[in-house]
């Protein structure tokens, strides 16, 4: 990212709450194309955490000299 002239602001985890077992029934749900994506996303209840080992987000700004 410094290379393209982006300073990264804030990056964060992101884990599922729901149980294992939940999630792994709903996974399942979804490849036999009975749970649509959004209905995935609404059973595995997604949530900020600090680990960032397995999903996270951020962003980052454009430096005034690279714009």
Do not use: C, N, W
Not at 42 to 55: A, G, I, N, Y
């Amino acid at each position: 990212m410094r290379q393209q002239g982006l300073a990264s602001q804030e990056i964060v985890g992101l884990k599922p709450a729901a149980s294992p077992m939940a999630i792994i029934g709903s996974l399942r749900q979804h490849k036999r194309g009975e749970l649509s994506f959004a209905e995935l996303g609404s059973r595995l209840h997604v949530q900020q955490s600090k680990d960032t080992s397995v999903s996270y987000m951020g962003y980052a700004i454009k430096s005034a000299k690279h714009a």
